[in-house]
């Protein structure tokens, strides 16, 4: 499965369900089941996109059963930045790598938020995930704050440079997710101009820090919906999204699938 995303990661557009802390077997047995039968008919992708599903841990090899035969990629949604020891609580990459992960996302902004995650420490959590083969999804984004102060480029600026060693080594296996942190679960979107202006900031940033992951996909992140998937889609420097609340219901997670 990694090497599959590996292989096509370049600016191939995603849509990725973050379910976030969400979920139970018989809840998630029944999102899955209606949207497989659409899924599946795309083989795991729409004409164009591929598409992912992130799940908290225990639910790993409930996706793994139910995703192992489709095109549909399944992921973690944090990995610890070491490979094994006395570090209880964390889970390494190698383990998840066990259970067929091809995904993992990593500084989402909730985890910077609320579990302190610095810079630095993605970094090793995204270096630790490409090294076990599954394709971190490094997410950036500025607080309400720093956007009001005028700091939304150098937020997202900094977060991408600390990454920039882990960026040289996994050219184009690597995804970015830009995620403005007002717009995560607030209903309040950035406008589609609003993220492709960020979108080519990032793309540039992508560039000067790693010339070779100059092409790996950028999603956008953030209340995205059905009914504003495809605008945001169709900007030029947006490959697709890392969707949360939307991702819990079938039909508007297939509708923004389809989208792409
Ligand atoms: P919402 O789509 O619920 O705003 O969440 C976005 C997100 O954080 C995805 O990782």
Not at 105 to 130: F, M, P, T, W
Not at 202 to 213: F, G, K, N, P, W
């Amino acid at each position: 499965m990694s090497e599959d995303i590996a292989k096509t990661s370049q600016r191939t557009p995603w849509v990725i369900g973050n379910w976030k802390m969400n979920g139970g077997l018989a809840a998630n047995q029944s999102l899955l089941a209606a949207m497989l039968p659409a899924l599946n008919a795309g083989g795991g992708r729409t004409r164009r996109a591929r598409v992912g599903v992130c799940a908290p841990f225990p639910y790993l090899a409930q996706l793994q059963s139910a995703l192992e035969d489709t095109g549909v990629a399944w992921g973690a949604q944090d990995v610890s930045d070491k490979t094994s020891g006395a570090f209880t609580g964390q889970v390494s990459a190698g383990m998840l790598a066990e259970f067929g992960v091809g995904l993992a996302l990593i500084g989402h902004s909730e985890r910077r938020q609320y579990n302190g995650e610095s810079n630095v420490l993605v970094a090793a959590k995204a270096a630790a995930a490409l090294a076990a083969g599954i394709t971190p999804v490094i997410c950036v984004g500025e607080t309400l704050a720093e956007r009001e102060a005028g700091q939304h480029q150098s937020t997202v600026a900094a977060q991408l440079a600390a990454c920039a060693p882990v960026l040289r080594q996994a050219g184009s296996a690597v995804i970015v997710a830009y995620e403005p942190v007002w717009a995560i679960g607030t209903g309040k979107t950035a406008s589609p101009a609003e993220a492709q202006a960020m979108h080519a900031f990032i793309r540039d940033q992508l560039r000067l820090a790693a010339t070779a992951c100059a092409d790996c996909s950028v999603l956008y992140g953030g209340s995205v919906k059905a009914s504003n998937a495809r605008e945001l889609f169709a900007q030029p420097d947006i490959d697709g999204g890392l969707i949360g609340g939307a991702s819990l219901i079938a039909a508007d997670f297939l509708a923004i699938v389809a989208a792409a």
